[in-house]
């Protein structure tokens, strides 16, 4: 399953982007869709979740200012980024986690990151 990644760009802070993770290939399952970010100097950190059965969960630092959602159709995940601070500026990376075979073992796959510059 590979992944593709797209929406970063430079904003100025209190702005907004939108990122988009589209996957692609063979697979029975999505079991959750998840962006992670990475900032300079910095561990990779979870941004926000989204699950097969709609539930979502969001590190403390977005919550409120970013909504993950996903399309069942075209198999992509959107992190809308509302309010964007300065310190939101990383390489965000979108993740999957899916079956092959309905009960089958999970597998992960990772996309290419996409930078999120923010300007104060």
């Known amino acids: 399953v590979q992944l593709q990644a797209s929406g970063g760009g430079l904003v100025q802070a209190g702005g907004s982007l939108a990122l988009n993770c589209t996957a692609s290939g063979t697979f029975a399952k999505i079991n959750s869709m998840v962006w992670h970010r990475q900032a300079s100097g910095k561990e990779r950190e979870l941004v926000a979740r989204?699950?097969?059965?709609?539930?979502?969960n969001y590190a403390d630092s977005v919550q409120g200012r970013f909504t993950i959602s996903r399309d069942y159709d075209k198999v992509t995940a959107l992190l809308q980024m509302n309010s964007l601070k300065p310190e939101d500026t990383a390489v965000y990376y979108c993740?999957?986690?899916?079956?092959?075979?309905?009960?089958?073992?999970?597998?992960?796959?990772w996309g290419h990151g996409t930078l999120v510059t923010v300007s104060s």
């Open positions: 993740n999957i986690n899916y079956v092959l075979d309905i009960g089958g073992l999970p597998f992960g796959s």
């Open positions: 989204i699950t097969s059965d709609g539930s979502t």
